[in-house]
């Protein structure tokens, strides 16, 4: 069971840095410092996060349902846990080099012009997002599943793709790299 914090409640200037079954609703957190932070089993709902600086933070079993999150450099949070879950969030600018995120659920996400560099995203999902211009290179995608995401443009030769899954109509994401005409 969460325990509800809401903007009302709560200030992130209490020098509190562990949360812990915290269910965060409502919150602008945007270009907040949460260095070092530890999040927990954790839900941020209608939070805005955007631009907040993450270096060194734990995001363990955090879920952000619709959030924005523009911006944020998610590759300064910690490598040894992190485990985090989209829904229906905004993850716009957005960079995530050499992070671990396999099995990690995106659902419903607007991903315009992101970072996904040297990833690790095997069996990852990406169900019902929008990828315009975002970046994919160096990512481990092995049983990942885009069939019902739109504009993604990912470069076969420089991905590691077995066994990904794409749906047919939008196979020219995977020839974009080509510079040919389907017609």
Known sequence: MHK????KDFSFQSGITEF??????GFDLANTNFEQYEFCNCKFISCNLSMCK???????????????LMGIDF????????TVTFIESVLSYTFFERNRMSKTH?????IHEATFSDADLS???FSNCDLYRTQFSGC?????????????????????????????DQISGLLDCHDIIIE
């Open 4 to 7: 509800e914090l809401s903007p």
């Open 20 to 25: 812990n079954n915290i269910l965060f609703v």
């Open 54 to 68: 993450l270096e060194n933070a734990l995001l363990d079993d955090v879920v952000f349902i619709s959030c924005k």
């Open 75 to 82: 590759s300064r949070c910690s490598r040894y846990i992190f």
């Open 106 to 110: 995106f659902d419903g996400c607007v």
């Open 123 to 125: 069996s990852s999902i």
């Open 140 to 168: 481990k995608l092995y049983n990942s599943d885009f069939r019902t995401s739109v504009n993604y443009s990912i470069n076969p030769s420089i991905n590691q793709l077995k066994r990904a899954r794409f749906s047919y």
